[in-house]
């Protein structure tokens, strides 16, 4: 055969991966195969292939009969919506898209790639896990992937899709990226399934209640996303890779912006007449932000505490944003992870943050002391505190106790600090403040009730306004609703080229 044609031939027999049966096989269940997702991912003729011609080397079980050009995954670099991208694909179809040596060294190359170019990763894992006939190799081959998907956190952004299995030690890459979505009802993930929890806990679970992706994006929080199919879920990749500049140094994705009457009337309308009344933050940050630009991460985790990119005058901004409507709105453990991961994330990637705040405080309880809510709600504070990106907190409401402190006050280095007039800035609300600094007043009295309300009121008075905080400068400005969007576009503006040096280090001890 003619050196051209053997060259022409090879890539055909690449094209088509574990053969036409297996994707017949894939298609049946409702999966596309790893060069179709790439297909429909990248820009249309943009993805250039590495290491089509890849083999592995297993000469165990007669392995050496069975070679699959690729080896398994798809690797390769194009443009999505004319960025550059990296992206790895797993083929199903290859012995389950298992991981062997090879298998591994390709996801490796790219990733080098990528951090030499500073330019996004996105994997799409569809494993059977370790290649169960390489032993030994093939867990090297994750822990190489593990390494260098650690030293590019922070400087590249890595998003992962899990879009079929995604089982054993192969969880943990997709958990140190940035980001994981997942398919509905056609993905899982979990450390062991179902048979072994079986074997050792006696418990019966299907894969689907054990690690699929309603367990995850609700329950665990281990998924940021969730899709009901594999087109969806690629839309969203795109989406969410929108908002994010390329690399560490980069400055956030802009588009373009005219000028216009920034007034917001319907802010003026959404805080309820009564304190205790929820209402739903989402809201007021749809009024805030440019119109349809909020892309929520974590919809269904921790719903007290809502976070998300969205643009404000065409510009990549973070938003955290307590939420009234679920729970009142109080931190725990949970909501304390998921807003601290985002901060951090954000500030990561010079991603300003704007902090909606109407919080009661902490969640008082067993549950949460037992579980750690002062480590986890130190988290939070830890993040905000190191963030070095501009920062800007809006109160709308309720800013009580620690809560005030953590969500991005002054203090703890807001570089403005706007409130409604509807904010009570104090150490708890009036009621509880009134029963304990007043307690013994009020036991003498004959009317207890009617000197606990007057008590309240009179507390109240003093403190559940933003005017003491605002005579201190812990508040740079009370502003009424509908001025928001134009005060935070000014700002933002003002803080573009912000500059904080923090103190050298190695690295900090968030606590973990
Ligand atoms: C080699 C594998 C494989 C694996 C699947 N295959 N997993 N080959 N190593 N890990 C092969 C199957 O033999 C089969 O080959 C083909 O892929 C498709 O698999 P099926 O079982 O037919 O598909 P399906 O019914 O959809 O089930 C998929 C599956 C199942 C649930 C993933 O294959 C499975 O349970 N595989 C083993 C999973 C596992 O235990 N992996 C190791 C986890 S431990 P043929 O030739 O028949 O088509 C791990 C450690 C990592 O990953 C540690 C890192 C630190």
Same mark, same amino acid.
């Given at each position: 055969m003619k050196k051209r044609e053997q060259l022409l031939k090879l890539r055909d027999e690449a094209q088509l991966g574990g053969g036409l049966d297996k994707i017949a096989a894939q298609h049946k269940k409702g999966k596309l195969t790893a060069r179709e997702r790439i297909h429909f991912l990248m820009d249309e003729g943009s993805f250039e292939e590495i290491g089509a011609f890849v083999q592995h080397r297993s000469s165990d079980f007669g392995m050496e009969k069975l070679k699959v050009l690729g080896d398994g995954v798809v690797t390769g670099y194009g443009t999505i919506n004319g960025r550059l991208t990296y992206v790895f694909s797993q083929d199903f179809t290859v012995f389950g898209g298992s991981l062997s040596e090879t298998h591994a060294e390709k996801i490796c190359k790219l990733m080098d790639l990528a951090m030499k170019n500073g330019a996004p990763l996105i994997g799409l894992n569809d494993s059977g896990g370790a290649r169960i006939q390489e032993g030994v190799v093939s867990l090297g081959g994750y822990a190489d992937i593990f390494y260098r998907n650690t030293l590019a956190s922070g400087v590249i952004p890595q998003l992962s899709a899990i879009m079929g299995p995604c089982a054993g030690g192969a969880v943990y890459s997709p958990a140190i990226t940035d980001y994981i979505l997942m398919v509905e009802n056609s993905s899982y993930m979990f450390v062991t399934g179902p048979n072994v929890v079986k074997t050792v806990t006696h418990e019966e679970v299907s894969s689907e209640d054990l690690g699929g992706a309603s367990v995850h994006s609700a329950k665990s929080g281990v998924a940021h996303f969730t899709a009901a199919n594999e087109i969806e879920a690629i839309q969203q990749l795109k989406k969410l890779l929108s908002y994010i500049p390329q690399n560490c140094e980069e400055k956030v994705p802009s588009l373009p912006y005219t000028k216009a009457d920034e007034t917001r009337k319907k802010l003026a309308d959404i805080i309820p007449e009564?304190?205790?009344?929820?209402?739903?933050?989402?809201?007021?940050?749809?009024?805030?932000?440019?119109?349809?630009?909020?892309?929520?991460?974590?919809?269904?985790?921790?719903?007290? +505490?809502? #976070?998300?990119? @969205?643009?404000? =005058?065409?510009?990549? *901004?973070?938003?955290?944003?307590?939420?009234? %409507?679920?729970?009142?709105?109080?931190?725990?453990?949970?909501?304390?992870?998921?807003?601290?991961?985002?901060?951090?994330?954000?500030?990561?990637?010079?991603?300003?943050?704007?902090?909606?705040?109407?919080?009661?405080?902490?969640?008082?309880?067993?549950?949460?002391?037992?579980?750690?809510?002062?480590?986890?709600?130190?988290?939070?504070?830890?993040?905000?505190?190191?963030?070095?990106?501009?920062?800007?907190?809006?109160?709308?409401?309720?800013?009580?106790?620690?809560?005030?402190?953590?969500?991005?006050?002054?203090?703890?280095?807001?570089?403005?600090?706007?409130?409604?007039?509807?904010?009570? +800035?104090? #150490?708890?609300? @009036?009621?509880? =403040?009134?029963?304990? *600094?007043?307690?013994?007043?009020?036991?003498? %009295?004959?009317?207890?009730?009617?000197?606990?309300?007057?008590?309240?009121?009179?507390?109240?008075?003093?403190?559940?306004?933003?005017?003491?905080?605002?005579?201190?400068?812990?508040?740079?400005?009370?502003?009424?609703?509908?001025?928001?969007?134009?005060?935070?576009?000014?700002?933002?503006?003002?803080?573009?080229?912000?500059?904080?040096?923090?103190?050298?280090?190695?690295?900090?001890?968030?606590?973990?």
């Amino acid at each position: 055969m003619k050196k051209r044609e053997q060259l022409l031939k090879l890539r055909d027999e690449a094209q088509l991966g574990g053969g036409l049966d297996k994707i017949a096989a894939q298609h049946k269940k409702g999966k596309l195969t790893a060069r179709e997702r790439i297909h429909f991912l990248m820009d249309e003729g943009s993805f250039e292939e590495i290491g089509a011609f890849v083999q592995h080397r297993s000469s165990d079980f007669g392995m050496e009969k069975l070679k699959v050009l690729g080896d398994g995954v798809v690797t390769g670099y194009g443009t999505i919506n004319g960025r550059l991208t990296y992206v790895f694909s797993q083929d199903f179809t290859v012995f389950g898209g298992s991981l062997s040596e090879t298998h591994a060294e390709k996801i490796c190359k790219l990733m080098d790639l990528a951090m030499k170019n500073g330019a996004p990763l996105i994997g799409l894992n569809d494993s059977g896990g370790a290649r169960i006939q390489e032993g030994v190799v093939s867990l090297g081959g994750y822990a190489d992937i593990f390494y260098r998907n650690t030293l590019a956190s922070g400087v590249i952004p890595q998003l992962s899709a899990i879009m079929g299995p995604c089982a054993g030690g192969a969880v943990y890459s997709p958990a140190i990226t940035d980001y994981i979505l997942m398919v509905e009802n056609s993905s899982y993930m979990f450390v062991t399934g179902p048979n072994v929890v079986k074997t050792v806990t006696h418990e019966e679970v299907s894969s689907e209640d054990l690690g699929g992706a309603s367990v995850h994006s609700a329950k665990s929080g281990v998924a940021h996303f969730t899709a009901a199919n594999e087109i969806e879920a690629i839309q969203q990749l795109k989406k969410l890779l929108s908002y994010i500049p390329q690399n560490c140094e980069e400055k956030v994705p802009s588009l373009p912006y005219t000028k216009a009457d920034e007034t917001r009337k319907k802010l003026a309308d959404i805080i309820p007449e009564s304190a205790n009344q929820p209402y739903d933050i989402r809201e007021v940050i749809e009024e805030v932000a440019d119109e349809n630009s909020f892309h929520e991460v974590h919809k269904n985790f921790a719903e007290n +505490i809502v #976070v998300g990119f @969205a643009r404000l =005058a065409g510009k990549s *901004i973070g938003i955290v944003a307590n939420q009234p %409507a679920f729970l009142a709105g109080v931190l725990d453990i949970h909501s304390s992870q998921k807003a601290a991961r985002f901060v951090r994330f954000c500030d990561c990637f010079n991603i300003p943050l704007l902090v909606f705040e109407d919080v009661p405080g902490f969640l008082p309880g067993t549950d949460q002391e037992w579980n750690a809510i002062i480590t986890n709600g130190a988290k939070l504070l830890y993040a905000f505190c190191e963030a070095t990106v501009p920062r800007i907190t809006v109160i709308t409401r309720k800013a009580y106790g620690g809560a005030y402190d953590v969500m991005n006050s002054k203090h703890i280095g807001a570089d403005m600090n706007f409130a409604w007039p509807t904010a009570e +800035i104090a #150490v708890m609300g @009036a009621k509880g =403040a009134a029963e304990i *600094i007043f307690k013994r007043q009020i036991d003498q %009295a004959e009317d207890k009730a009617e000197a606990l309300k007057a008590k309240e009121l009179e507390y109240g008075n003093l403190f559940a306004n933003p005017y003491r905080a605002a005579e201190r400068g812990f508040i740079d400005d009370v502003i009424l609703p509908e001025e928001t969007r134009e005060k935070l576009i000014k700002a933002f503006a003002m803080l573009e080229n912000k500059v904080v040096n923090l103190p050298r280090k190695k690295h900090g001890n968030i606590p973990l």
